[in-house]
């Protein structure tokens, strides 16, 4: 996790973005401040990176890198404006002895490549490339599965899909996500390899209900989104809702915010 020391909204990349609009970072930081101590109340190691001056997205941490079984496939930003945190986050990852390998190909680290036991979900349309799905099959050692991106509101796969279980348990994996995000052909592959997913509602999925982060059990999952946190509920899941709306200001909520470090 990266703290939001310089978060503010200086220019727009995504539909969520208005530059200059106001931000109170005082909120921001306790937002964030709470959310990093509810993983620890879970039993989360967190690692926190210091975030650099002129980089008001770095809070975004899930964007830096991808790391799977202590390795990392590094990121390769599509907009100038966030570049230089890949350099950030790549230095941080080897100062803790994770290999990193340099991307050729553009990608968002950990907001297009959600990591399962037996696979990668991975995302494109509006960051990260079909070329970088290739690069971190082969980076990752794991197969990849590409699936489209259509809505410019859900611009990377983790706010039109969470992993609810990464099926490395007892129990087969499990996801949330809306299906409108998706092109035919991807809703189609959804459907084949994850038949009983919870769909999520457009309402649940425009508070970014789906920026979650699950160990399987519990789901840290934005407050705003009650109908979704019902469904976790019915399903088994112990939702654990945490706000941090002043950072959707900049498109962004709870996954976005962190970056996991898979096995
Ligand atoms: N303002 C950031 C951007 O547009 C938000 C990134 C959100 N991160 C995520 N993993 N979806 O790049």
Same mark, same amino acid.
């Given at each position: ?23 109170? !970072?005082?909120? #921001? *930081? ?8 509810? @993983? ?13 001056? &002129? ?17 990392? @496939?590094?990121?390769?930003?599509? $907009? /100038? ?7 950030? $986050? +790549? ?9 990193? +390998? ?18 990668? *979900? ?32 859900? @611009?990377?796969?983790?706010? +039109? ?15 949330? @996500? ?6 035919? $052909?991807? !809703? ?19 508070? *970014? &209900? ?18 979704? #946190? !019902? ?7 112990? /939702? ?9 200001? #900049? ?13």
């Amino acid at each position: 996790m990266c703290a939001p020391t310089h978060f503010e909204v200086t220019y727009a990349i995504n539909a969520w973005m208005r530059p200059g609009v106001a931000v109170d !970072r005082r909120r #921001a *930081l306790v937002q964030w401040e709470v959310l990093r101590q509810t @993983y620890s109340a879970l039993g989360h190691r967190v690692h926190v990176l210091d975030g650099v001056p &002129g980089l008001p997205d770095m809070v975004f941490a899930a964007n830096g890198a991808t790391v799977v079984g202590g390795r990392a @496939y590094g990121a390769r930003f599509r $907009h /100038p404006e966030r570049a230089a945190e890949a350099v950030e $986050h +790549a230095a941080w990852l080897r100062g803790q002895g994770v290999a990193v +390998a340099d991307p050729t190909q553009t990608n968002e680290g950990e907001g297009d490549f959600l990591v399962l036991g037996s696979m990668i *979900l991975a995302g494109t349309g509006f960051r990260t490339s079909l070329h970088a799905h290739v690069e971190a099959a082969r980076v990752l050692d794991r197969p990849v599965v590409s699936l489209q991106l259509v809505d410019p509101r859900f @611009y990377h796969l983790d706010t +039109a899909l969470a992993v609810l279980d990464d099926g490395n348990g007892d129990a087969p994996a499990d996801i949330a @996500y809306l299906p409108s995000a998706f092109s035919e $052909h991807s !809703r189609r592959t959804l459907r084949e390899l994850f038949p009983d997913a919870v769909e999520c509602t457009e309402e649940d999925a425009l508070v *970014l &209900g789906l920026n979650a982060v699950s160990d399987g059990r519990h789901v840290v999952v934005p407050v705003q989104a009650r109908t979704l #946190a !019902r469904q976790l509920e019915e399903r088994g899941y112990v /939702p654990v809702p945490v706000d941090v709306s002043e950072l959707l200001k #900049a498109g962004g909520s709870v996954k976005c915010c962190t970056q996991e470090h898979h096995s």
